[in-house]
């Protein structure tokens, strides 16, 4: 059982959470990455990529034994079924897998756990307190083509796929806006860092 504090921190594609957990690695808190969770649990030999290679045909695998993350992608967005099979199969190992980050000993004041879908999936139970990294879907679009060198359809898709931006600020503890200027986001980050390690301290 996880004895430390823990942060969720969570936003859409293309909000700017991986910049965000950047600077609280620097301040020296423990990030443990839900997406880096669920590249581990589909590693070329693992039970999970067979199974989904099987699934769905050698399409989803990669000349060099990776899962084909596109191709799978666009055939789960298009099929909702083939989404929530998927999601049955891999949410559990990926919880698995983050349970086993958290229960490893730390010095850092409290723990975040970075998920896109931390309140689409039960992983928000996990969580004492969360913290949603929030910028206008236009924002969200415009950052995500630019990194994915993808088409505003493909990236509307995504967000279209996943809670809308009114819920998750409805059950957001703590909002970050990351539409202000960059050179504001350190000093933003080191008064939440104050605040949960304030909490951890009085939990």
Known sequence: MNKNYL????GGIGSGKSTIAQ????????????DQASRAVVEPGSEALKTIINHFNDETLLVDGQLNRKALRDIIFKNPEHKAWLESLLHPLINEWISMQLEQPTQSPYVILESPLLFETNQYQMINTSLLIDVSPELQIERACQRDKATSAQI???????????????LADFIFDNSVAIETIEKSVEDLHKKFEALAQSA
């Not at 967000?159 to 600020?169: A, C, F, G, L, V």
């Open 156 to 170: 509307q898709a995504i967000i279209n796929s996943q809670m809308s931006r009114e819920q998750k600020n409805a």
């Open 23 to 34: 600077v609280f690695k620097r301040l020296g808190v423990k990030v443990v990455d839900a």
């Open 7 to 10: 942060v969720g921190l969570t």
